[in-house]
């Protein structure tokens, strides 16, 4: 069953008819009662002989609060105007009561007199309270302050107690009760009664089924469904009992005793049968819950059981408490019985991870995670655990319910891909060993004064560049070692300031600091050169309008000068440092930008490797990468090296 939404501000449509429908009920009501002051009818204006007629003033009143009631959803400015109208009015008509001033009714009709303390055309000052009530109820319920929720049980509270009023005093006209609809001093007519309870009801529905009391009756749940059986019960009783007394008021062979008493049974017999009625209901619903639960655990047991991935319920102490074909498969477990007998611990390579797993959980509370387990056979097989913690009574860990997904299958894919990469690799190199050949070979073919010795030169050149690169693709596979040898980074980077302008282009300035005593490292020639370029090419990415990028060289000491904190142990160091005027990095860039196949440009912009390899080549050569950003502020990678006599 769809409830209704209750955020919204217009009430579904049904309770809009409903509104109207009580609006429509109204206006007739209060049609016949000006028809019968009109015509001097007076059992029009009463509903009964004898009977104090509705008031002129009360019937004017309730049609303009029933043209609030169906124009309210369409207008809310003049729904909003009358409504208000009718709550002043009200006030004033109050006022006029309790402090007897001038009679503001008598432009409508002259009053006459009904009994020796009542006064037959002018209003209750009850009625006027209750007017006065719902012009402001109506108000809120169309037109009140952003319409919340709050404002909207207010109206519905208000336009229910009046409601009730009405009931009381229908009910105090069919017992002959007076003191129940007002007495001798402010009785309430039957019509305006009547009048009260429909406008009443308009109000809760213009309200919406969101709004308290109606919000209790609808839905799907079993309080729901017995006050929607009950709750009528309440107003048909009441006035089943005042038409019960009124009838027997004419029986004279019954005393009042045997009156009462065939009362009583009448209400025992009705109570009898709503109690059977509300039984036969209550069962149907617990049968209906009943099925309702047998379906969910059969469509969650269908989910657990049939999934491709590894499901299971265990203890924090390890005993696994259920699990699926999936789970069994993956750890090597012929069927689900084997792997329930099994302990979880036995899954895990290092006790010391399976702590660590357990730690994070209860920190947490969930945890997703890739990690190597053991089968039953021994043999390892790669996962991603994705489990989530559940409490017990004293709020500590008790038990983990997860699941696993084999990696079994996108590993082996990921390896075919780097080989074939890496095969290609190869073959480019093997190419590039052509290239270079012919090209020596032409070059000595031609005269040092040829025109064209510098273009054979640079293409002989640009071929090695070519060479070096795929070696260092190589090395990143790990399919080929470096070859460190001792170097001057500002040697190498004083001979790469021609390529260096050429790759970071015309827009971008670039300036060199090098330390003309700096150190030497130990390191490959080819592998420093590409830590350079890549690290100007993403300098030069990060300055899309132009820029400054600074490369810089000098000798630090580790635990000297406090430079490089993070690069390991004391001792001197070369500080090559890399810095741009560009776009910077956020913290959550910053955090990933080691990653393999990570990046940041547009897709078919770059391939992720950039800075992975350098992470890798310093790292192999001993050294350390930091890197300091921020959005706006450009970024600056230092990259610190072991410095060598």
């Given at each position: 069953m769809n409830l209704p939404d209750r955020t919204t501000d217009h009430p579904p449509l049904r309770w809009e008819w409903f509104a109207g429908a009580c609006a429509l009920l109204t206006t007739g009501l209060c049609l016949t009662v000006l028809?019968?002051?009109?015509?001097?009818?007076?059992?029009?204006?009463?509903?009964?002989?004898?009977?104090?007629?509705?008031?002129?003033?009360?019937?004017?009143?309730?049609?303009?609060?029933?043209?609030?009631?169906?124009?309210?959803?369409?207008?809310?400015?003049?729904?909003?105007?009358?409504?208000?109208?009718?709550?002043?009015?009200?006030?004033?008509?109050?006022?006029?009561?309790?402090?007897?001033?001038?009679?503001?009714?008598?432009?409508?009709?002259?009053?006459?007199?009904?009994?020796?303390?009542?006064?037959?055309?002018?209003?209750?000052?009850?009625?006027?309270?209750?007017?006065?009530?719902?012009?402001?109820?109506?108000?809120?319920?169309?037109s009140g302050p952003h319409r919340s929720r709050h404002v909207r049980d207010g109206a519905a509270a208000c336009a229910t107690a009046i409601g009730l009023l009405g009931l009381v005093a229908v009910e105090g006209y069919l017992s002959r009760s007076p003191f129940l609809y007002g007495g001798s001093i402010?009785?309430?007519?039957?019509?305006?009664?009547?009048?009260?309870?429909?406008?009443?009801?308009?109000?809760?529905?213009?309200?919406?089924?969101?709004?308290?009391?109606?919000?209790?009756?609808?839905?799907?749940?079993?309080?729901?469904?017995?006050?929607?059986?009950?709750?009528?019960?309440?107003?048909?009783m009441v006035l089943a009992e005042g038409l019960v007394e009124r009838a027997a008021e004419g029986v004279t062979f019954l005393s009042p005793a045997l009156q009462h008493a065939c009362v009583m049974l009448a209400f025992a017999a009705l109570g009898m049968g709503v109690a059977r009625r509300v039984s036969r209901h209550m069962d149907q619903v617990v049968a209906d819950a009943q099925d309702e639960l047998?379906?969910?655990?059969?469509?969650?047991?269908?989910?657990?059981?049939?999934?491709?991935?590894?499901?299971?319920?265990?203890?924090?102490?390890?005993?696994?408490?259920?699990?699926?074909?999936?789970?069994?498969?993956?750890?090597?477990?012929?069927?689900?019985?084997?792997?329930?007998?099994?302990?979880?611990?036995?899954?895990?390579?290092?006790?010391?991870?399976?702590?660590?797993?357990?730690?994070?959980?209860?920190?947490?509370?969930?945890?997703?995670?890739?990690?190597?387990?053991?089968?039953?056979?021994?043999s390892t097989v790669p996962v991603i655990n994705s489990v989530i913690g559940i409490a017990g009574p004293d709020g500590e860990l008790a038990e983990i319910q997860g699941a696993l997904l084999d990696m079994t299958g996108r590993k082996d894919l990921e390896e075919r891909l780097r080989q074939a990469q890496k095969m290609e690799a190869v073959e480019f190199n093997n190419l590039l060993a052509v290239i270079l050949g012919h090209g020596e070979r032409l070059l000595s073919d031609i005269g040092s004064q040829q025109p064209a010795l510098r273009r054979v030169q640079a293409m002989l050149k640009a071929a090695e560049r070519?060479?070096?690169?795929?070696?260092?693709?190589?090395?990143?596979?790990?399919?080929?070692?470096?070859?460190?040898?001792?170097?001057?980074?500002?040697?190498?980077?004083?001979?790469?300031?021609?390529?260096?302008?050429?790759?970071?282009?015309?827009?971008?300035?670039?300036?060199?600091?090098?330390?003309?005593?700096?150190?030497?490292?130990?390191?490959?020639?080819?592998?420093?050169?590409?830590?350079?370029?890549?690290?100007?090419a993403n300098a030069r990415d990060a300055m899309p309008g132009g820029g400054r990028l600074t490369i810089e060289a000098r000798n630090v000491e580790i635990g000297g000068d406090g430079a490089g904190h993070r690069a390991g142990r004391p001792g001197?160091?070369?500080?090559?440092?890399?810095?741009?005027?560009?776009?910077?990095?956020?913290?959550?860039?910053?955090?990933?930008?080691?990653?393999?196949?990570?990046?940041?440009?547009?897709?078919?912009?770059?391939?992720?490797?950039?800075?992975?390899?350098?992470?890798?080549?310093?790292?192999?050569?001993?050294?350390?990468?930091?890197v300091e950003s921020a959005p706006g502020r450009g970024t600056v990678v230092r990259v610190y090296l072991p410095r060598v006599s």
């Open positions: 028809t019968g002051w009109a015509t001097g009818g007076m059992v029009l204006a009463s509903f009964g002989r004898g009977l104090l007629p509705m008031a002129p003033s009360t019937a004017l009143l309730s049609l303009l609060l029933a043209a609030v009631l169906l124009i309210g959803p369409r207008s809310r400015r003049a729904s909003a105007v009358l409504a208000l109208l009718v709550a002043a009015a009200g006030l004033v008509l109050l006022a006029q009561w309790a402090i007897q001033v001038a009679d503001v009714e008598d432009w409508l009709i002259p009053a006459r007199p009904f009994s020796a303390s009542i006064v037959m055309g002018r209003m209750s000052p009850l009625t006027a309270a209750s007017l006065g009530v719902l012009g402001v109820a109506l108000f809120l319920a169309f402010t009785p309430i007519a039957l019509p305006t009664a009547l009048v009260l309870m429909l406008l009443a009801a308009g109000v809760v529905a213009a309200a919406g089924p969101s709004a308290w009391p109606t919000r209790e009756f609808v839905g799907p749940s079993v309080r729901a469904r017995l006050l929607r059986i009950l709750m009528p019960l309440f107003p048909a047998e379906e969910s655990e059969r469509r969650y047991r269908r989910i657990f059981e049939q999934a491709l991935t590894g499901n299971f319920l265990s203890t924090a102490g390890g005993r696994l408490l259920a699990c699926n074909q999936a789970f069994a498969r993956i750890l090597g477990f012929d069927s689900v019985e084997d792997a329930l007998a099994a302990d979880t611990r036995s899954f895990y390579h290092d006790a010391r991870d399976r702590e660590r797993y357990l730690e994070a959980v209860r920190s947490r509370g969930s945890l997703e995670y890739e990690i190597e387990l053991r089968r039953k056979d021994g070519a060479a070096t690169l795929t070696r260092q693709l190589l090395a990143f596979g790990r399919k080929q070692l470096s070859q460190p040898t001792v170097l001057g980074l500002g040697t190498l980077v004083g001979e790469m300031e021609d390529i260096l302008k050429c790759l970071i282009g015309g827009n971008v300035e670039l300036v060199t600091v090098l330390d003309p005593q700096l150190g030497s490292v130990k390191a490959d020639r080819g592998q420093m050169e590409e830590v350079v370029m890549n690290l100007a001197p160091r070369v500080l090559l440092a890399v810095s741009d005027t560009g776009t910077g990095m956020d913290e959550a860039t910053q955090a990933r930008i080691f990653e393999p196949f990570f990046t940041t440009r547009e897709q078919g912009k770059g391939t992720g490797l950039g800075l992975s390899t350098v992470h890798g080549i310093v790292s192999q050569s001993g050294g350390h990468v930091e």
